[in-house]
């Protein structure tokens, strides 16, 4: 009975936040599930029942696969569990189905793939100095960012609720920034490599790790000044981190190589013609830029300076995706937006190649290459901002100007994945934890950033 | 779900006539169910006037109904609680915050009025201010307060005694020539004003009144309902009482076990009005009526649970005890509302909130569950009583087991052909061995509490 006490009340705190969360995402297995959910019993459907030559050819339901091949291997590796709860899901026939067995077994894999997220969160509260806060545990650094990754708002609404897997390989992304931080620079080149042949979205951020690990891993040493040391270059460290993202490339793209599918593997990786914007508009730059379209073009036909006839019917704002021309404006191409990405990513990776700040340095980089590609990408998705929200959080609980920072871009971020949540109830239920979490959010970044104040030295 | 029922039939009603509504709650809650119908009107008058089709239910009807029952909370109970841990005496704000936190979490009430849906929070929220009002020498205020209680729900009536008793108490404290005797007067009018404001409307008829009457407190209907956690429902496996007995007797066995059970304690705080005697004699009376009383439903738990929630503070352990038995006798009618994950989720999360904010399993020493004077004298004669403690412990853990056994079994087979309430019986079975056990345990605490005291002061 003792020795249970002091497990129970020895203040594990970090246990009680991961476990509490934990119940938190099984109460929130009876809620709305968007498409995805039909998304991801399709693709277990197809890597179970069809050979891999098929995968990426299969479309007898219209959402295709179109995940790299680690994540189609992921899949099938679940559908293996599936078949002990509902073989029906698995036929590929079965269209939009979603039996209570199928709903609960595809919502338990999400909420058992986290395990690696809570990992990465502890990987990374290791990282954290905490030695400057308070006594109190609500102000410790370590305790803030752990209520902030583990319960961050935004990952409950996308994973739990619209449904998907985001979860874990967030949890790769903050274990590879942990292990960089730890100076274990090949898993962390590793656990990225393995991370992109998931979710080729993390491409958004692939140029921070890349200067950062030729800039800092593979030159050795600096010059006093900072500047780099042109002889410290070491051919081993490129050669083996070029032989891990090889390997990894090809144990992931490998097969398909073999099977002379590539292109179709890559066309469906990168639809482009899916339209500058999603159904529902991420808060982007092309946003603003289709509504001054819009408003444009209205007052052109008002002013009688644009002939009627000639102004396309269809509609940006239907909720389709489609591909569009734009009215007043000029049309935008896949290569313009990469051209406007390129630019404004160009600043940051400049500094991480010229003035690298260690760690912290590259964090900062590879947030910013998160949200140039949010402002300026082709097709964003309004979920891809958590990936400029989650790495924020980790430089939030060390200064207090990025805390103040990160209070906006949270609470924007957050915000503006409300669309994903159609139904009234689930509107309700999210609004009441968005506010609860938000406010006890903003009191514990105040009261940590209270002590920052007074702590650091100034020009830190 | 009834409760739709409930608004249209009260608006229709209520308009031109005030008579006899089939309802077997007392006039508060068809005030508040008018105000929610006044309030469903304005939003969307449909969902009044299909009275007629019962069961019909909407996503936003099904909303407003929830939401309801929410704004109730926020309003009455949780205020009601928040106020009761900051005005705890000797503890720490952590640990009030802590306290709070628990008693919020209780399962029993938040499935019952949120999944089950009932208005339970506020009848307990208004007998919660009463508890305040009268701790805190606002003896007015707090008697109106309860008597706002009785007139929501009549089965507040299992709290009346102690609060008769405690008043009573007081006034006799201050001497009934004087002071004591002007208390008296103030509250039985302020008790009977309130009561002749709720019924007024009701009294236009004597017939009506009288109907009223027999609808609140159903005598004809005999001992024991389904299966409830009560003696005679666990008797009745033995020995079929309600067949056995005549009417009226099993209505005065009742009575009688009831008040002789209750007597000990009602007297003690008469003569010993103390705010700590108060709050147990309120467990105590409420769960002699919920053992031996008539008509008594499982939801009736939830009375006794209040009042068990209120002493978390002084005996954690047993109380956080009591608490998973009372949640876990309403297991059948939870499972028939199809609330088990929720069920299982707020339980777990709830032990785990209260292991760690009050370090149960360290506090089981006889001193801390205020067993030691009665461990003491009952030393007197039988010198080796010396394994209370370790007893308790090793009865906590096979309640557990037992618990959780039950669960499974009722949740995975199926009963037996002959017996298709075996599983429910033997929930009930055991909660009442538990309910019993509970009984005499806050009976001691009682009984012996002042005894140290008394001892204490001859021996001074």
Same mark, same amino acid.
């Given at each position: 009975?003792?020795?249970?006490?002091?497990?129970?009340?020895?203040?594990?705190?970090?246990?009680?936040?991961?476990?509490?969360?934990?119940?938190?995402?099984?109460?929130?297995?009876?809620?709305?599930?968007?498409?995805?959910?039909?998304?991801?019993?399709?693709?277990?459907?197809?890597?179970?029942?069809?050979?891999?030559?098929?995968?990426?050819?299969?479309?007898?339901?219209?959402?295709?696969?179109?995940?790299?091949?680690?994540?189609?291997?992921?899949?099938?590796?679940?559908?293996?569990?599936?078949?002990?709860?509902?073989?029906?899901?698995?036929?590929?026939?079965?269209?939009?189905?979603?039996?209570?067995?199928?709903?609960?077994?595809?919502?338990?894999?999400?909420?058992?793939?986290?395990?690696?997220?809570?990992?990465?969160?502890?990987?990374?509260?290791?990282?954290?100095?905490?030695?400057?806060?308070?006594?109190?545990?609500?102000?410790?650094?370590?305790?803030?960012?752990?209520?902030?990754?583990?319960?961050?708002?935004?990952?409950?609404?996308?994973?739990?609720?619209?449904?998907?897997?985001?979860?874990?390989?967030?949890?790769?992304?903050?274990?590879?920034?942990?292990?960089?931080?730890?100076?274990?620079?090949?898993?962390?080149?590793?656990?990225?490599?393995?991370?992109?042949?998931?979710?080729?979205?993390?491409?958004?951020?692939?140029?921070?790790?890349?200067?950062?690990?030729?800039?800092?891993?593979?030159?050795?040493?600096?010059?006093?000044?900072?500047?780099?040391?042109?002889?410290?270059?070491?051919? *081993?460290?490129?050669?083996?981190?070029? #032989?891990? +993202?090889?390997?990894? /490339?090809? %144990? $992931?793209? &490998?097969?398909?190589?073999?099977?002379?599918?590539?292109?179709?593997?890559?066309?469906?990786?990168?639809?482009?013609?899916?339209?500058?914007?999603?159904?529902?508009?991420?808060?982007?730059?092309?946003?603003?830029?289709?509504?001054?379209?819009?408003?444009?073009?209205?007052?052109?036909?008002?002013?009688?300076?644009?002939?009627?006839?000639?102004?396309?019917?269809?509609?940006?704002?239907?909720?389709?995706?489609?591909?569009?021309?734009?009215?007043?404006?000029?049309?935008?191409?896949?290569?313009?937006?990469?051209?406007?990405?390129?630019?404004?990513?160009?600043?940051?990776?400049?500094?991480?190649?010229?003035?690298?700040?260690?760690?912290?340095?590259?964090?900062?980089?590879?947030?910013?290459?998160?949200?140039?590609?949010?402002?300026?990408?082709?097709? *964003?998705?309004?979920?891809?901002?958590? #990936?400029? +929200?989650?790495?924020? /959080?980790? %430089? $939030?609980? &060390?200064?207090?100007?990025?805390?103040?920072?990160?209070?906006?871009?949270?609470?924007?971020?957050?915000?503006?994945?409300?669309?994903?949540?159609?139904?009234?109830?689930?509107?309700?239920?999210?609004?009441?934890?968005?506010?609860?979490?938000?406010?006890?959010?903003?009191?514990?970044?105040?009261?940590?950033?209270?002590?920052?104040?007074?702590?650091?030295?100034?020009?830190? | 779900?009834?409760?739709?029922?409930?608004?249209?039939?009260?608006?229709?009603?209520?308009?031109?006539?005030?008579?006899?509504?089939?309802?077997?709650?007392?006039?508060?809650?068809?005030?508040?169910?008018?105000?929610?119908?006044?309030?469903?009107?304005?939003?969307?008058?449909?969902?009044?006037?299909?009275?007629?089709?019962?069961?019909?239910?909407?996503?936003?009807?099904?909303?407003?109904?929830?939401?309801?029952?929410?704004?109730?909370?926020?309003?009455?109970?949780?205020?009601?609680?928040?106020?009761?841990?900051?005005?705890?005496?000797?503890?720490?704000?952590?640990?009030?915050?802590?306290?709070?936190?628990?008693?919020?979490?209780?399962?029993?009430?938040?499935?019952?009025?949120?999944?089950?849906?009932?208005?339970?929070?506020?009848?307990?929220?208004?007998?919660?201010?009463?508890?305040?009002?009268?701790?805190?020498?606002?003896?007015?205020?707090?008697?109106?307060?309860?008597?706002?209680?009785?007139?929501?729900?009549?089965?507040?009536?299992?709290?009346?005694?102690?609060?008769?008793?405690?008043?009573?108490?007081?006034?006799?404290?201050?001497?009934?020539?004087?002071?004591?005797?002007?208390?008296?007067?103030?509250?039985?009018?302020?008790?009977?004003?309130?009561?002749?404001?709720?019924?007024?409307?009701?009294?236009?008829?004597?017939?009506?009144?009288?109907?009223?009457?027999?609808?609140?407190?159903?005598?004809?209907?005999?001992?024991?309902?389904?299966?409830?956690?009560?003696?005679?429902?666990?008797?009745?496996?033995?020995?079929?009482?309600?067949?056995?007995?005549?009417?009226?007797?099993?209505?005065?066995?009742?009575?009688?076990?009831?008040?002789?059970?209750?007597?000990?304690?009602?007297?003690?705080?008469?003569?010993?009005?103390?705010?700590?005697?108060?709050?147990?004699?309120?467990?105590?009376?409420?769960?002699?009526?919920?053992?031996?009383?008539?008509?008594?439903?499982?939801?009736?738990?939830?009375?006794?649970?209040?009042?068990?929630?209120?002493?978390?503070?002084?005996?954690?352990?047993?109380?956080?005890?009591?608490?998973?038995?009372?949640?876990?006798?309403?297991?059948?009618?939870?499972?028939?509302?199809?609330?088990?994950?929720?069920?299982?989720?707020?339980?777990?999360?709830?032990?785990?909130?209260?292991?760690?904010?009050?370090?149960?399993?360290?506090?089981?020493?006889?001193?801390?569950?205020?067993?030691?004077?009665?461990?003491?004298?009952?030393?007197?004669?039988?010198?080796?009583?010396?394994?209370?403690?370790?007893?308790?412990?090793?009865?906590?853990?096979?309640?557990?087991?037992?618990?959780?056994?039950?669960?499974?079994?009722?949740?995975?087979?199926?009963?037996?052909?002959?017996?298709?309430?075996?599983?429910?019986?033997?929930?009930?079975?055991?909660?009442?061995?538990?309910?019993?056990?509970?009984?005499?345990?806050?009976?001691?605490?009682?009984?012996?509490?002042?005894?140290?005291?008394?001892?204490?002061?001859?021996?001074?």
């Amino acid at each position: 009975m003792a020795a249970l006490g002091i497990a129970m009340g020895g203040g594990n705190w970090f246990s009680a936040l991961a476990l509490g969360v934990t119940l938190l995402k099984c109460l929130l297995i009876p809620t709305y599930h968007s498409t995805d959910f039909e998304v991801h019993r399709n693709w277990l459907a197809i890597t179970h029942s069809l050979p891999v030559s098929q995968w990426y050819y299969e479309a007898t339901s219209e959402w295709t696969l179109d995940y790299p091949p680690f994540f189609a291997w992921f899949e099938y590796a679940l559908s293996h569990v599936a078949k002990y709860f509902d073989q029906e899901m698995l036929n590929v026939r079965n269209l939009n189905y979603s039996s209570s067995r199928t709903l609960l077994f595809q919502r338990f894999s999400v909420i058992f793939t986290d395990a690696l997220f809570v990992y990465a969160v502890h990987e990374c509260c290791k990282c954290i100095d905490g030695k400057k806060a308070g006594k109190e545990l609500t102000e410790k650094p370590k305790f803030i960012l752990s209520v902030l990754l583990l319960w961050n708002f935004g990952l409950l609404i996308v994973d739990h609720i619209h449904f998907q897997y985001n979860g874990f390989l967030f949890g790769l992304m903050l274990l590879s920034i942990a292990r960089l931080f730890q100076k274990r620079h090949m898993e962390g080149a590793f656990l990225f490599a393995v991370l992109l042949h998931f979710k080729h979205i993390y491409l958004y951020v692939a140029p921070a790790y890349g200067v950062y690990l030729l800039r800092s891993y593979c030159f050795t040493a600096n010059k006093p000044d900072g500047s780099i040391r042109w002889n410290s270059f070491s051919f *081993v460290r490129v050669i083996s981190l070029g #032989l891990i +993202v090889f390997l990894v /490339s090809a %144990l $992931s793209l &490998g097969p398909f190589l073999a099977l002379n599918q590539l292109p179709q593997v890559l066309s469906r990786l990168f639809p482009f013609k899916r339209g500058l914007c999603h159904a529902y508009w991420a808060p982007n730059f092309w946003a603003l830029y289709n509504a001054l379209d819009k408003v444009l073009s209205i007052i052109g036909l008002e002013l009688k300076l644009l002939d009627p006839n000639k102004i396309p019917k269809a509609s940006m704002t239907s909720g389709l995706v489609q591909q569009f021309q734009h009215t007043v404006l000029p049309s935008v191409t896949p290569l313009a937006t990469l051209i406007c990405t390129l630019i404004a990513i160009l600043p940051s990776v400049f500094c991480l190649w010229f003035k690298p700040q260690g760690p912290r340095g590259f964090l900062r980089c590879l947030i910013l290459c998160a949200l140039s590609s949010f402002l300026f990408g082709w097709h *964003v998705h309004e979920k891809a901002i958590l #990936l400029a +929200v989650l790495p924020m /959080s980790l %430089l $939030s609980v &060390g200064k207090a100007g990025d805390a103040s920072i990160f209070l906006i871009l949270t609470t924007t971020g957050h915000y503006s994945l409300f669309p994903l949540l159609f139904t009234a109830p689930e509107k309700k239920n999210l609004f009441l934890i968005g506010w609860k979490l938000s406010t006890s959010l903003a009191w514990g970044l105040w009261k940590s950033s209270v002590n920052l104040y007074s702590l650091s030295p100034p020009g830190s | 779900m009834e409760c739709c029922f409930f608004f249209s039939r009260y608006f229709n009603s209520s308009d031109n006539n005030l008579q006899y509504w089939g309802l077997d709650y007392p006039p508060l809650t068809a005030y508040h169910s008018l105000l929610c119908a006044y309030v469903a009107k304005f939003i969307n008058p449909d969902w009044i006037a299909l009275h007629t089709s019962r069961g019909y239910e909407s996503q936003a009807h099904k909303l407003f109904m929830r939401t309801t029952v929410l704004i109730a909370d926020l309003l009455i109970y949780i205020p009601a609680v928040v106020l009761y841990c900051c005005c705890l005496k000797e503890i720490s704000t952590k640990k009030k915050v802590a306290n709070a936190l628990c008693i919020l979490l209780y399962p029993g009430l938040i499935l019952i009025d949120y999944g089950h849906f009932q208005y339970n929070s506020v009848s307990l929220g208004f007998a919660l201010w009463g508890v305040l009002g009268v701790s805190c020498d606002w003896d007015l205020l707090g008697s109106l307060a309860f008597c706002l209680a009785i007139n929501y729900k009549q089965m507040e009536l299992y709290h009346s005694l102690p609060f008769f008793c405690f008043l009573l108490g007081k006034c006799f404290k201050k001497g009934l020539k004087g002071k004591g005797f002007v208390l008296l007067i103030k509250l039985a009018c302020t008790v009977v004003a309130s009561f002749i404001l709720c019924w007024l409307p009701f009294c236009t008829e004597r017939e009506q009144t009288l109907q009223v009457l027999r609808r609140l407190f159903p005598v004809d209907r005999g001992l024991f309902e389904d299966k409830v956690a009560n003696i005679w429902c666990s008797f009745s496996i033995f020995l079929k009482i309600k067949e056995i007995l005549p009417h009226h007797f099993q209505i005065i066995i009742s009575f009688c076990f009831t008040f002789l059970s209750l007597l000990p304690a009602c007297v003690k705080l008469t003569l010993q009005p103390s705010s700590k005697g108060f709050r147990f004699t309120l467990v105590s009376c409420a769960l002699s009526f919920f053992l031996f009383s008539f008509q008594v439903h499982e939801k009736s738990i939830l009375l006794v649970s209040l009042p068990v929630c209120l002493v978390l503070s002084e005996i954690p352990f047993m109380s956080t005890w009591f608490l998973l038995v009372s949640t876990f006798s309403m297991l059948p009618l939870l499972l028939k509302d199809e609330l088990l994950m929720p069920l299982v989720v707020t339980t777990i999360a709830f032990f785990i909130a209260c292991a760690t904010s009050f370090s149960i399993f360290e506090k089981t020493s006889e001193e801390e569950l205020q067993l030691k004077s009665f461990s003491l004298s009952v030393r007197k004669y039988l010198p080796c009583f010396t394994f209370l403690s370790r007893i308790i412990q090793y009865l906590f853990l096979i309640s557990v087991i037992t618990m959780v056994l039950l669960t499974l079994i009722t949740v995975t087979l199926d009963p037996p052909q002959k017996l298709p309430d075996l599983f429910s019986v033997l929930v009930c079975f055991v909660s009442c061995l538990h309910f019993l056990f509970f009984l005499v345990y806050f009976n001691i605490i009682i009984m012996w509490d002042s005894k140290s005291g008394r001892n204490q002061k001859k021996i001074n």
